[in-house]
């Protein structure tokens, strides 16, 4: 089983910034996809972006620029660095990989961009 916790969410300004982390409990982190997601109120859920093992990164095409996905393999975790956030980007945002076939997602940390 793998356990997933977000932090670092908020309430930020729009054009303000926002530092997610997503700790792992996987064994064999370093050779998992690790993906964050975002669902915004009334709205499917997204993929925001994704690293691979190797560190190739991947981004929806309205966070590219503005979004930095990054790991640490030595604590086993992911992050999401958010610069001039807007408040199209206000929903909970989740973390999420796939290990044996079966997806695994957090709790979701609430990231909101109000003034």
């Known amino acids: 089983q793998v356990q997933l916790v977000e932090s670092g969410g908020g309430l930020v300004q729009p054009g303000g910034s926002l530092r997610l982390s997503c700790a792992a409990s996987?064994?064999?982190?370093?050779?998992?996809?690790m993906g964050w997601y975002r669902q915004a109120p009334g709205k499917q859920r997204e993929l925001v972006a994704s690293?691979?093992?190797?560190?190739?990164?991947n981004y929806t095409d309205n966070v590219k620029g503005r979004f930095t996905i990054s790991r640490d393999n030595a604590k086993n975790t992911v992050y999401l660095q958010m610069n001039s956030l807007k408040p199209e980007d206000t929903a909970v945002y989740y973390c999420?990989?796939?290990?044996?076939?079966?997806?695994?997602w957090g709790q979701g940390t609430q990231v909101t961009v109000s003034s």
């Open positions: 999420n990989t796939v290990y044996r076939i079966i997806s695994y």
């Open positions: 996987l064994r064999i982190f370093s050779g998992y996809v």
């Open positions: 690293i691979t093992s190797g560190g190739s990164t």
